[in-house]
């Protein structure tokens, strides 16, 4: 839990701040989305490994996050198949 808290918290917070932003000054989002996913989400995950210490628990939140990626992946495809989608 502390590693979520740690890790996905801030990412969480992020996207939310820039929710808010849009949807009380109708900015143009494409920029400031286009900005958090390619600078200041790297920088904040180098930061988070940086400073934490790599033990068992990012192996198992890698796995699961794997493991989660293809159920999606594979449910996907069976809709998709299901649907008669190419």
Known sequence: MVVFLQVMVP?????????????????????????AMYLLL???????????????????????TLVIMLALLGLGLIIAKILHYN
């Open 11 to 35: 990412v969480l917070l992020i996207y939310l701040s820039g929710f808010s932003l849009q949807k009380a000054l109708k900015l143009d989002i494409k920029p400031i989305s286009t900005l």
């Open 42 to 64: 790297p920088f904040l995950v180098f930061k988070t490994f940086y400073e934490r210490k790599l033990d068992l628990n990012f192996g198992y939140i890698l796995v699961i």
